[in-house]
């Protein structure tokens, strides 16, 4: 997914792009109102994570430009305006989140991630989900993985469904072996992950040690 990053502080800038370049996000990184509005115009991208204190102008002011011109993209504010009428004015003028600098990187994606979901999950209960070049359509039971069709046994289709649908977060291994297995022995659930990595690609799973496992853009 295509990431809009508006972030003056080079050192901050540079740290926020890393990361989310790390974690699987095509993270394109101005500095500029002016540039944000250019390169959204076309509304290419997936969400965007904007900073409130800009050179050329301010980010709310920006955020409600662009809700009045009818975008809908998913706006995370990241700012170090920690007041409470600063944030409520953050979500009137059509934020999806505000996050409060300085935060811990972990929660900046957990954040976008949930914000993404909510935005590009399901839409409209039409049973779609997807997670970077993943994708899964629920009536028809068809995967793809970047654009190609995927052919998966029913344990790993719904163990991967339960996964996309609950893209923001790690699912524990007690709900997958519910979900997917049917109360069979854990081990079991190792095996059908591994077969599922395989099929999907490695990094796009990860195992949260103790507690589950979580899909990655």
């Known amino acids: 997914m295509k990431i809009l990053l508006v972030e003056d ?9 890393a990361v989310l370049l790390d974690d699987g996000f095509d993270a394109v990184w101005v500095r500029m109102a002016s540039d944000a509005r250019r ?5 290419t991208f997936s969400a965007a994570v ?4 800009l050179p050329d102008g301010d980010g709310m002011a920006l955020l409600r430009e ?7 993209l998913p706006v995370v504010l990241i700012t170090s305006r920690d007041a409470l009428e600063d944030r409520l004015a953050g979500f009137a003028s059509g934020a999806d989140d505000y996050l409060v600098k300085p935060f811990d990187m972990a929660e900046l994606l957990a954040r976008l991630r949930a914000v993404l ?3 590009h999950g399901a839409a409209a209960g039409s049973g779609l989900w997807s997670c970077g070049a993943l994708a899964l359509d629920d009536r028809r039971k068809f ?3 970047e654009g190609e069709p995927l052919a998966l046994s029913p344990t790993e289709y719904s163990l991967l469904c339960a996964l996309l649908q609950s893209a923001d977060r790690v699912v524990t291994r007690t709900e997958l072996e519910n979900r997917a297995l049917a109360g069979s022995e854990s081990q079991s659930l190792d095996v059908h992950m591994s077969n599922l990595r395989k099929k999907i690609g490695e990094r796009r799973v990860r195992t949260v040690r103790g507690v589950g496992y979580m899909i990655a853009p």
């Open 50 to 53: 904007l900073d409130l204190g």
């Open 9 to 17: 502080d080079l050192e901050l800038g540079r740290a926020l792009q």
């Open 117 to 119: 979901r909510r935005t």
């Open 66 to 72: 662009l809700r009045s011109g009818g975008a809908q």
């Open 39 to 43: 390169l959204l115009a076309p509304e």
């Open 143 to 145: 995967v793809t993985c």
